[in-house]
């Protein structure tokens, strides 16, 4: 009991001194923006320990922070392995061939008013199906490695891309495209000096969504099939048996990487549309 | 009426018959119980339903129960209606696979979830690896179908006798295109689908009584699917809600059910229960279990439900 | 009517494409079973034509190619295949007078659609009370939202059957748990949606509010509120979509009983492709369907309010 | 409301009173000083134009007597009272640079919203909207949405907005910046009439040295960087105001005074 | 390029030539007369204005002389050939209503813009964009990101991106509107030089009266619904025109003139 009044008491302790850091005067600062979300974060883990050890959780049912850091630790090499089948070999290699596809896609329908107006609503539609019934599908046609993991983010990475790429490369205004014209401009040339540019923040709209589709997709594909390592593998096996706080170590790495892949984005972001007023101060 | 709420392991099929029957004969209800039965998938952890109140009783493989006694959850046998295994490896004859001593260099479907262990132990009884290469076999997270075999993605898959077998040939497999392995032929079977309540619960006169009169009704259950084999089949279909199991299979499926339930008054043979261990501390690295597990079965239920 | 046209353009190339691509990837199947059956088939044995090409094994068994369009369990069903278990599975079932029967896809559809509009009414809520305390608190700003990006990085379908147990625990069963998980994935494309709508009016709008001393609350209903709309139609679109994802995960553990989800998973168990397509299929169609009545919806609410143009 | 307070600024006249303003504004390549010690009294019904090259700061501190803006040194009262209070009793009519209707919202409706905030009965809300919609000739629009007009059309909407209420002191920002010459002259008409017979006091701002002589008691030339007051001119001309005496001898010679004082802030550059 | 095409147009001088050129845009709301019946000869080297109440065909006059705009009647050729191919040899300067710069370019790269596309080498580049920048006056500020200039500068830098390279015919549409009139002054004496200098033919649509007239060698006055040219006046005003040419008689004449066919226009309403 005492430690469930603790958490309450953390609790409005972090959320006290979150806000008088960001109605402070450096509320502005590098340092307040990165700190304000960690005190958040580790108000809801300290709370979380707090509850689980206060009301005496089953480990079965969901451990407690101490627990899962203990399982990260002891894991590290498994961790590290599963990391590498999953997220490199599978979630990137997919991100990386279907947004790349989705591009080119994005190109051809850009050039051709006719194939947009035709592949656009029967995009939709198949961006609409649950990538959760695919995934066995794939499984069953690409095998048990990670070839089949990168063809499910393939798919879920796919249209989020081409719908925001097709938009963007639209999204110049008449009068630009009209400046271009009076120049003589080629295609190519007024591609890559107006409407690639103009097009870049819808595009990482797209690329930002779909980094953590990425990860969420390769993951659940290796719950329909995947040889002995893998992210998915070892959390489904770890729920049978019972081991939580590996399954939770797994989805800390999970959270961490996809994480680090949007940020990391994200600031690529930053820099290629720096001129963009959502990116201005 | 007592509540009483059991969690498969499985979605609703023959396998489970012994309980659809009860329910529906009435003999829950001739014991002053208001049973409910609770579908399984791949996804749901029965100890993990059991650990937070979502049922009363639950269906589990042993390996699989033991572990969750270790993981702190003191999960206990209370009865056991099925004598034998079922579970086996189904190979293509075409690879030349003719004793376990052939698996080596070959790819191999194994359900996870607790079931590898056994499969596990029986390699290292072998001493076949399973890191892959060319000595070793390689082991796939096998999913809960029977397509890697039929796409032949692997050389042998896990299949129970009663279902994924019976699937292999539905899709127009004939049995001597194939070599099977039972586990039960290999030494190496554990004990399946046995009824477990918490320990802490069952500390309770009042719980004890009510899983007495649960047991009795499910063993009379099983015993009349499997005198009636049909009849059951037709109530398992009954009860099925989501529509996807066919008339044929689900007969089939009773038919091979009633072989694995055949030997069992649904007490604990203890020597099964020390086989299972054994073979599951025997697995090599990495084991589910360390050591002998104490209190995890008990005879006090079954012998009042069967005087 | 030119878009018209061009998906039908486009629909046709597809499925001639996909009646094409069914010749490849059942060929080796449709080969085996017609072996089993007596046929010649070049080469023999299943064990030797496992690593030759199966465009080779087209060309030299053209006898075989109408059976790929007609397997049992195609590894690709054709899409009159799938076209067929569709109207099987709806149409013919409501003419039987059977439209809520098991094994009717009107009655799964509807198992899924009920959790799927339970879980995006609460994450939509929930989304948009998010988005208006980030947009008028700066703490809630600067704490919250890395963590909802971070909450999406989460993959749910291993925290689906835990998320189920843990409710469980607590008493709430039902609809209610597949809901949660529904509106666990379309509260963010709310949140970001909503976010960046109500603070899309510009600081020149804002100021006269401020010459009229216009309280927060009446910025909010007068200001920010309406300019959000379009962006909001644009989140809520795909937060329908979101949700009916999440519903059908939200199926798988509670015993994959009934729904689409429930179809999907037990066409995969027992090898039925044709059932799976024809679910995914219906999955699409309601999806479609929803975020056409939002784009419905969308439409008659700006043009009440001017906006459409 | 603070009537005392009012009556006792009527007394003394100075609506504005702007004593050694200085306002400079943070930003990542620096601070930039946008107002530089400026001293102005406006007075009860005054017409002050604020005239300057772009970026001196004409925006800037009509935003400071609206309170949009917080002057970092020297003080400035309104009406007696700091300008944040004067806003709270609402005190204000703005009008944009740009027309800033909303456009979920039709031009009554538009013109209606400081009325609804400001809590104006149904019945006042319909009179007021007709009245100011004719006052700009846009009667007959109400119910046409933003996007279905023209520029020109958009911005006398704005300026109808701003005067549907009543605010003692008017603020203008450029508001007849996208018109052609006919319809300006037209609407500077216009202006000086309900100027003359309300008796606001009203803050314009423009780049057109005719309109500001034109419309004035009083110009304000400004130079930029840092902002600041060159010249203050006080308009010998009387309050009425055809549109010919834009040909008189005085008013040529207060417009070559602007000029000067214009091009002698450029040459600052 | 067609060199015997441009010689022969240079023998007659005629280079742009609209015969009864009609334009309507089909709208929702039934179809739209833009431009209706229009007659212009414009001969090389001529500074045309062009000036009418807001909406009455302007920029699309100036659009449809660019190729950016298809009359639906007519005939206009530019340089004896048809706009497109006159746009296809790069015959044009266009200068938008608004400035139209790439905001993820800095102002030099956005003046180079058309430079790249034209494949001028990389030092002729950096040559001529110093020139304009020198030109316009905006010199040091080559580094800088559009958001980053004033309104007014914005222009200035559009209207060096349309002096860089060497475009026979320059296009402006109102290209000083948000300029104040010393900085205005400033600029229409420098195009005036710029245009004594170069030779270049000038298409120029602006609302101020006395800037009209005072850059050109001809004056076009157009009234809307449908747009149509009322009034062509050629301007017997010397080439070298000092800024107080403002003040002679003929200056004051030709504005009254303009100032009568616009109120005409407007009357027509
Ligand atoms: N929010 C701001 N942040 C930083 N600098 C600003 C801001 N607002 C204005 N400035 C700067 O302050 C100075 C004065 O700007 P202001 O808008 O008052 O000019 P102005 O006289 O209204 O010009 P214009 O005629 O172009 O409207 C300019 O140099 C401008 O760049
Ligand atoms: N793309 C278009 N579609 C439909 N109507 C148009 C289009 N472009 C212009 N118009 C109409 O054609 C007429 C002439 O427009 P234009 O832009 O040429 O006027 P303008 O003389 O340049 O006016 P301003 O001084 O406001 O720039 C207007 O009535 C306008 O509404
Ligand atoms: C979570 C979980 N999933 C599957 C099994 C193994 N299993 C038990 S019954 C059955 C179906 C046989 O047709 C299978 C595969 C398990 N023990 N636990
Ligand atoms: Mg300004
Ligand atoms: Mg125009």
Redesign the interface.
């Known amino acids: 009991m005492i430690l469930v009044i603790l958490a309450v008491l953390v609790w409005c302790g972090g959320?006290w001194l979150?806000?008088r850091?960001?109605?402070g005067s450096h509320?502005a600062t590098r340092e307040?923006?990165l700190l304000?979300?960690v005190?958040?974060?580790f108000t809801?883990v300290m709370v979380w320990q707090l509850l689980v050890r206060g009301l005496m959780v089953?480990?079965?049912?969901?451990p407690a922070p101490t627990d899962i850091a203990s399982a990260f630790g002891a894991n590290l090499s498994k961790l590290w392995e599963d990391f590498l089948q999953t997220f490199v070999k599978g979630a990137l290699s997919g991100y990386v061939i279907g947004c790349s596809a989705a591009f080119l896609m994005a190109i051809v329908m850009d050039r051709s008013d006719?194939?947009r107006?035709?592949?656009l609503?029967?995009g939709?539609?198949?961006?609409?199906?649950?990538?959760?019934?695919?995934a066995?599908?794939l499984?069953?046609?690409f095998?048990?490695d990670w070839h089949s993991k990168a063809a499910v983010v393939v798919v879920m990475v796919f249209f989020p891309v081409l719908v925001n790429t097709v938009a963007g490369l639209r999204e110049t205004?008449a009068?630009?495209r009209?400046?271009?014209?009076?120049?003589?401009?080629s295609y190519w040339?007024s591609f890559f000096?107006?409407r690639l540019?103009?097009a870049?923040p819808f595009i990482f709209n797209g690329l930002k969504i779909s980094t953590?589709l990425a990860?969420?997709g390769a993951?659940?594909a290796?719950?329909?099939?995947?040889?002995?390592v893998g992210?998915?593998?070892r959390?489904?096996?770890s729920?049978?048996?019972?081991?939580?706080d590996m399954?939770w170590a797994?989805?800390v790495v999970?959270?961490l990487?996809?994480?680090l892949?949007?940020g990391v984005v994200a600031m690529v972001e930053k820099s290629l549309?720096f001129?963009?007023?959502s990116q201005?101060? | 009426a007592d509540e009483v709420r059991l969690q498969l392991q499985w979605v609703t099929q023959a396998q489970f018959a012994g309980y659809y029957v009860a329910l529906d004969k009435g003999f829950y209800g001739e014991e002053d119980l208001d049973v409910t039965i609770l579908p399984g998938g791949?996804?749901i952890?029965p100890?993990?339903v059991l650990?937070?109140g979502g049922a009363d009783v639950m269906l589990n493989w042993m390996p699989?129960a033991l572990?969750?006694r270790e993981?702190?959850?003191p999960v206990v046998n209370i009865a056991q209606p099925f004598k034998t295994s079922g579970l086996m490896l189904t190979c293509w004859k075409d690879t030349g696979i003719t004793s376990p001593a052939d698996f080596k260099g070959k790819t191999i479907g194994v359900w996870?979830?607790?079931?590898?262990y056994p499969f596990l132990s029986w390699m290292s009884k072998e001493g076949i690896s399973?890191d892959g290469g060319e000595d070793g076999v390689?082991?796939?997270?096998?999913?809960f179908?029977v397509?890697?075999l039929l796409?032949r993605?692997a050389d042998c898959i896990s299949t129970m006798t009663y279902n994924e077998y019976g699937q292999v040939l539905d899709s127009g497999v004939s049995e001597d295109e194939l070599v099977t392995f039972k586990y039960e032929d290999q030494g190496v079977a554990t004990l399946e689908d046995g009824i477990y309540a918490l320990e802490a619960n069952l500390e309770d006169p009042a719980f004890q009584d009510k899983m007495v009169r649960f047991v009795r009704a499910s063993m009379k259950g099983w015993k009349y699917a499997e005198a009636n084999p049909s009849e059951a089949a037709d109530i398992v279909l009954d009860n099925d809600a989501s529509g996807a199991q066919t008339e044929a299979h689900q007969q089939r499926m009773m038919a091979e059910i009633a072989k694995l339930t055949a030997g069992s008054n649904g007490s604990l043979d203890p020597a099964d229960f020390d086989r299972t261990v054994s073979t599951l501390l025997g697995g090599g690295s990495d084991p589910?279990i360390t050591k002998v597990p104490e209190g995890a079965w008990t005879h006090s239920i079954t012998d009042a439900a069967l005087n | 009517m030119?878009?018209l046209i061009?998906?039908?353009?486009?629909?046709s190339v597809?499925i001639a494409f996909w009646y094409a691509a069914c010749l490849p990837?059942n060929i080796k199947g449709v080969l085996t079973e017609a072996e089993r059956a007596g046929a010649e088939v070049t080469p023999a044995g299943a064990k030797e034509r496992r690593d030759l090409g199966e465009f080779g094994l087209v060309l030299d068994n053209s006898f075989a190619i109408p059976a790929t369009w007609a397997q049992d369990r195609p590894?690709?069903p054709a899409p009159h295949q799938v076209a067929q278990e569709l109207w099987k599975t709806t149409g013919a079932m409501v003419l039987k007078g059977k439209m809520m029967s098991k094994r009717s896809l009107f009655y799964h559809g509807w198992v899924t659609l009920s959790a799927t509009l339970l879980g995006f009414a609460i994450g939509t809520g929930l989304g948009i009370l998010l988005a208006v305390g980030i947009v008028h608190s700066?703490?809630m700003?600067?704490?919250?939202?890395?963590?909802a990006?971070?909450s999406?990085?989460?993959?749910?379908?291993?925290?689906a059957?835990?998320i189920i147990?843990?409710l469980y625990?607590i008493g709430v069963q039902g609809i209610l748990p597949k809901a949660i998980i529904s509106a666990y994935l379309s509260f963010f494309p709310v949140v970001v949606g909503m976010v960046k709508g109500l603070r899309s009016p510009d600081g020149m709008q804002l100021d006269l509010l401020r010459t009229y001393n216009a309280s927060t609350n009446q910025g909010f209903w007068k200001l920010r509120l309406p300019a959000s709309m379009p962006y909001l139609f644009a989140s809520l679109k795909i937060g329908i979509?979101a949700s009916?994802?999440g519903a059908?995960?939200g199926e798988?553990p509670t015993g994959a009983v009934a729904g689409?989800?429930a179809r999907?998973l037990g066409g995969?168990y027992y090898g039925q492709?044709v059932q799976?397509?024809s679910?995914?299929f219906a999955?699409?169609i309601l999806?479609?369907c929803l975020?056409a009545l939002l784009g419905l919806i969308e439409r008659s609410v700006l043009k009440r309010m001017g906006m459409g143009a | 409301m603070n009537i005392e307070t009012t009556t006792q600024a009527d007394a003394t006249k100075a609506v504005v009173e702007a004593r050694n303003l200085d306002l400079v504004f943070p930003t990542?390549d620096g601070p930039v000083q946008a107002l530089k010690d400026v001293n102005l009294t406006i007075n009860k019904g005054d017409f002050v134009s604020f005239i300057g090259p772009s970026g001196c700061g004409k925006t800037t501190f009509l935003r400071v007597m609206a309170a949009l803006e917080q002057p970092t040194g020297g003080e400035i009262t309104v009406n007696g009272m700091s300008p944040d209070e004067a806003r709270r009793q609402r005190a204000y009519g703005y009008v944009f640079q740009a027309s800033g209707l909303y456009p979920w919202r039709n031009i009554a409706r538009n013109i209606k919203l400081p009325l609804e905030i400001m809590g104006y009965s149904k019945a006042e809300q319909d009179k007021r909207v007709n009245e100011v919609l004719e006052l700009v000739e846009l009667s007959g629009f109400g119910g046409k949405y933003p996007w279905q007009l023209s520029g020109g059309m958009q911005q006398r909407a704005s300026i109808a907005r701003a005067l549907a209420f009543d605010a003692d002191i008017l603020l203008m920002d450029e508001p007849f910046g996208a018109l052609d010459e006919i319809v300006r002259d037209h609407l500077n008409e216009q202006l000086l009439k309900l100027w003359a017979r309300t008796n606001k006091t009203i803050g314009f701002v423009t780049h057109s040295i005719p309109e500001a002589v034109y419309l004035s008691t009083k110009i304000v030339v400004m130079s930029p960087r840092p902002g600041r007051i060159t010249d203050v001119i006080e308009s010998p001309l009387p309050k009425e105001r055809p549109l010919d005496i834009r040909d008189s001898p005085e008013f040529i010679e207060i417009a070559h005074r602007v000029r000067e004082g214009l091009r002698a802030g450029h040459s600052d550059d």
């Open positions: 959320w979150n806000s850091l960001a109605n509320a307040v923006q304000v979300p005190i958040f974060g809801l089953p480990l079965v049912i969901l006719f194939l107006r035709g592949l609503p029967v939709n539609f198949v961006a609409a199906l649950p990538i959760v019934g695919t066995p599908i499984v069953m046609w095998g048990f205004s009068m630009q009209d400046l271009m014209q009076t120049y003589a401009a040339q000096k107006l540019p103009a870049l953590t990860l969420v993951i659940v290796e719950f329909f099939g995947s040889p002995t992210m998915g593998f959390i489904s096996t729920v049978g048996q019972l081991a939580l399954v797994e989805i999970a959270a990487a996809g994480s892949f949007y549309t001129w963009h007023p201005r101060r | 791949p996804d952890a100890p993990q650990a937070g699989s572990a969750a993981k702190g959850l996870f979830y607790g079931n590898e399973t390689t082991v796939l997270k096998q999913g179908n397509d890697p796409q993605q589910v | 030119k878009t061009a998906v039908l353009t486009v629909l597809i990837m590894r690709l700066r703490v700003d600067m704490s919250v939202m890395p963590w990006i971070v999406q990085t989460i993959p749910i379908i291993a925290l059957p835990m147990v843990v625990s979509a009916l994802v059908i995960v798988l689409l989800g999907l995969s492709t799976i397509w679910a995914l999955a699409a999806a479609a975020v | 990542n």
